[in-house]
């Protein structure tokens, strides 16, 4: 059982440039998330999904997009790559939010220069 | 605007002796409240969760204290380890769809 994957785990984008980080789960979980980490931030939301077809900005969408096909993978699109995007890219998914928590991916390290 | 605050922002407790980590909320509809333990360079895990229907709960050396008329909760960690040193959120979810998430406070264990 892999959990949640995510891949690449670290990357290096110069300004402009764009790039999808991809995130799939095998749980059969109905919800996904996008977060970003930045130091001392703590985690912030990007976009999730509620199920396949289904997804909805979160509090920091600005400069991304997502798209969920399937159940199992929730990509995250990065267009026009800046330096405020650098960041730690966590995924995370679950099955129902009022029984259990979230499970976390391993995250991408993703700086842009 | 935070939905849910934490404090300290960071800790420091000597091996064997108590760490405490406060959260508040002001979402009357939060009915799930988890922490999450973060190692640097990994991802959070779950680590405890408790509802509103009781007072506290306790998993091994982590118990989760709750107090529903203040709308505030604490992570107590008895007899702490240098392993415990780690980065601890909690969050809180209830009639929606995401967690809220606190913003973290960084533990160090001294041995």
């Known amino acids: 059982n892999a959990g949640v994957t995510q891949t690449p785990k670290f990357r290096i984008l110069k300004i402009g440039q764009s790039m999808t980080l991809q995130c799939a789960q095998d749980m059969n979980h109905n919800y996904m998330y996008w977060y970003r980490q930045d130091p001392g931030m703590g985690l912030k939301l990007i976009y999730y999904?509620?199920?396949?077809?289904?997804?909805d900005k979160g509090e920091v969408p600005n400069g991304y997009n997502v798209s969920r096909s399937t159940t199992e993978d929730f990509p995250l699109r990065l267009e026009l790559a800046a330096p405020s995007q650098t960041s730690v890219y966590f995924c995370a998914s679950t099955y129902r939010l009022a029984e259990e928590g979230y499970t976390f991916g391993s995250g991408t390290r993703l700086t842009v220069v | 605007q935070q939905q849910v605050k934490q404090s300290p922002q960071s800790l420091i407790v000597q091996k064997g002796g108590i760490s405490i980590i406060n959260c508040a909320y002001e979402n009357t509809a939060f009915d799930y409240f988890p922490w999450y333990q973060q190692f640097p360079g990994k991802g959070p895990a779950l680590l405890i969760a408790?509802?509103?229907?009781?007072s506290e709960k306790k998993e091994g050396r982590f118990t989760i204290s709750f107090n529903k008329s203040a709308k505030q909760f604490s992570l107590h960690i008895m007899d702490s380890q240098p392993g415990d040193s780690a980065t601890y959120f909690c969050a809180a979810s209830g009639g929606g769809n995401q967690f809220y998430f606190g913003t973290g406070t960084s533990l160090t264990v001294i041995p």
């Open positions: 408790i509802r509103p229907d009781v």
């Open positions: 999904s509620v199920g396949a077809g289904i997804t």
